[in-house]
């Protein structure tokens, strides 16, 4: 059976004043499919994911979310995304249970879908206290419980783990993995962390000043590239791991 | 009931509201600072207060007993009523005369024997306004004629002298003092004070808090939902109009309990001017806000609206001491308007008749403002 490209990115560019941004980049996404876009900063993923998210407006190209343009479709797909951005700070003086309450109105949801979110993201224990006295790992899986409220076939996270400790992180890779198990979400998410595209993802796309350099499953992209780098230098052998993928492909690493 | 609950508008407004009430600051600004205020200036201008003026004596013998042969007119009003003698350290010799009065505040005079240069040094750092010589009976005042200070002194001081019986409380019968409830500072003062409090409100409540939000990310991720856009200004300015109907209240409430005053018109013409005027700020302030996500640049757009009219507005003074032409200008501005109408009811006992022209043009001012600022508004 062929399965249903939720999302289909068709030669998108986007340029600001003086930098061109996105230059060039396909992707397609499956039902219940997780990507990962990996790349170093400034290389173009928020840009990216914001114009899938009906935020920015490409230059040109196209965007097609269940087939269909955002044009004239974006009340029906405000209801079907769930999102966070790079940078999101909620209301300092509401409290967690609060927060999710104003959004989840915002879907005619009511107080029991918090609930279920608020345990979902390991929260309940903060329920009362205020935005403001979180730290910066709980504001994140706030923003991620904000995210899922509206159990989203399109869940797109722009960076939902930078700043967090390994431990933090590895707790929203459980939240997320759990949440793959139970439905057919599918998941676009930015970071610049190889592990995270490792565990999470089926699928990794590596950008880098706003094109893709190379995509595939993580079996792929370590088994394929080799081929290429073999022609130009010395051959090491196949890469581990993304680390060494990426150093071989762009001649830095991804954390700098 | 509990589709209301759930509804994004009654939860907006919640979020509002409650974002509003957790923040002391935001209490003490909207509602202890106008109290404060009234308190301060109110006191400050209503009760006339006690005086104290200090008179240059030129040359030696006016204030001391000893010298009998020679006249001395001062001397012999000094002594007559009683002045005390005050002989300080460095020599210095001044005589105090106080001078009660229930109606117009009481005034304490102090001569001071002071040679002609010192006097005139003191005059020019404002220590004293009028000096006194007297050659064998004959006095002479000096002062400067264009200083209101210094002439109300000379009046004073020589109608206390010229009277047959000296201290005889001046003025019990020729002086009506005008403290009717409707003609005291305080009267005039208050109305303002509840107008400018509803524009500072709009501008940092509605404005900032716009702003503010847009540099947070958080206007964009809401609108990343479902949510109706009007519905997030129409809460924001709901509970911000409802907070300053409290505000508002309060401050009458307390002139209304300590300074007694009272509204002498319509009230329910007062609450639809009311809603006018809030109306009107609310709308500039949506237009105010409805671009920059720079907090320092809302900051400064916030002052440059709000500065020239809380100057030119008549709020502590009346603006008719500014030049005729600028007049016409003046009443113009949103925040004239509504402080004009809001004092006609109040002073004047002004109804709907007399408030419906500025009512409807305040409305319009908003409504466009709000239109015009949602039509160029970026919510990302
Ligand atoms: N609003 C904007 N105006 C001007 N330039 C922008 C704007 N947004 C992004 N850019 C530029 O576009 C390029 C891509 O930015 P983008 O935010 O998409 O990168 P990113 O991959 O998300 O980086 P990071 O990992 O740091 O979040 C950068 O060079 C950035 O400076
Ligand atoms: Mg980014």
Not at chain 2, 98 to 110: F, R, S, W
Not at chain 2, 350 to 373: D, K, N, R
Request: aromatic residues 8%; positive net charge.
């Amino acid at each position: 059976m062929m399965q249903e490209a939720v999302i289909q990115v068709r030669n998108v560019h986007k340029s600001f004043k003086t930098v061109h941004a996105v230059r060039g980049i396909n992707l397609e996404i499956l039902s219940g499919q997780f990507v990962a876009l990996l790349g170093p900063n400034g290389a173009g993923k928020t840009t990216m994911v914001e114009m899938i998210e009906g935020i920015q407006k490409p230059d040109s190209g196209e965007i097609l979310i269940t087939g269909k343009q955002w044009k004239g479709h974006e009340k029906e797909f405000r209801r079907i995304i769930g999102l966070s951005l790079q940078e999101t700070r909620f209301i300092d003086k509401l409290s967690v249970f609060e927060t999710l309450r104003l959004f989840a109105s915002f879907f005619s949801l009511g107080p029991q879908r918090c609930e279920e979110v608020m345990n979902l993201v390991g929260l309940e224990e903060k329920r009362q206290s205020y935005v403001v006295n979180l730290s910066g790992g709980q504001r994140q899986k706030l923003a991620l419980g904000v995210a899922l409220l509206n159990e989203p076939k399109i869940l797109l996270l722009d960076e939902p783990t930078t700043g967090l400790d390994p431990q933090a992180r590895r707790e929203v890779w459980m939240i997320l993995n759990k949440l793959k198990e139970a439905s057919s979400t599918s998941l676009i998410l930015t970071t610049h962390y190889m592990e995270e595209a490792e565990q999470l993802c089926d699928y990794i796309v590596i950008i880098d000043h706003g094109k893709i350099l190379k995509e595939g499953t993580l079996k792929d992209l370590l088994g394929k590239s080799s081929a290429d780098i073999e022609k130009k230098q010395e051959y090491h052998g196949p890469p581990r791991n993304l680390d060494e993928l990426f150093i071989e492909l762009t001649g830095r690493h991804l954390n700098e | 009931m509990n589709k209301l609950r759930n509804s994004q508008l009654w939860q907006l407004i919640l979020a509002n509201a409650r974002e509003l009430l957790r923040e002391p600051a935001v209490l003490f600004w909207g509602i202890g600072f106008p109290i404060l205020m009234s308190i301060g200036l109110g006191a400050a201008f209503t009760k006339k207060k006690d005086v104290t003026v200090t008179i240059a004596v030129i040359g030696h013998n006016h204030l001391l007993h000893s010298q009998q042969d020679s006249v001395s007119v001062i001397r012999t009003f000094l002594l007559k009523n009683k002045a005390v003698l005050i002989i300080g350290k460095d020599g210095t010799i001044s005589r105090e005369l106080n001078v009660p009065d229930e109606k117009l505040g009481g005034t304490t005079y102090i001569f001071r024997e002071l040679n002609w240069n010192t006097a005139m040094t003191m005059l020019k750092r404002g220590n004293l306004n009028l000096v006194i010589d007297e050659n064998q009976g004959h006095l002479r005042y000096n002062f400067d004629p264009m200083n209101p200070d210094a002439q109300l002194i000379y009046l004073k001081f020589s109608k206390l002298m010229n009277d047959p019986d000296l201290i005889i409380r001046p003025s019990e019968t020729e002086i009506q003092p005008l403290t009717v409830t409707g003609t005291r500072y305080i009267d005039f003062l208050i109305p303002g004070l509840v107008c400018m409090g509803v524009m500072m409100s709009c501008m940092w409540g509605v404005s900032y808090d716009i702003i503010e939000k847009r540099s947070k990310k958080l206007l964009r991720r809401m609108v990343a939902t479902p949510m109706k856009r009007s519905n997030f200004l129409v809460a924001l300015i709901t509970v911000r109009i409802s907070m300053n109907f409290v505000e508002s209240g309060l401050l009458v409430l307390f002139a209304w309990l300590v300074f007694h005053i009272t509204i002498q018109g319509s009230i329910p013409a007062l609450l639809l001017f009311f809603i006018s005027g809030n109306a009107a700020f609310a709308g500039i302030a949506v237009f105010l806000s409805c671009n920059t996500s720079k907090t320092e640049i809302g900051n400064g757009l916030i002052n440059l609206v709000s500065m020239p009219m809380m100057v030119l507005s008549g709020i502590f003074f009346s603006y008719h001491n500014f030049p005729a032409w600028s007049i016409p200008a003046i009443q113009k501005f949103p925040l004239t308007m509504m402080a004009d109408g809001v004092r006609s009811i109040f002073i004047e006992g002004a109804g709907f008749a007399e408030i419906i022209v500025p009512s409807v043009i305040m409305l319009t001012i908003g409504v466009i403002f709000f239109t015009a600022g949602l039509k160029i508004f970026k919510w990302h």
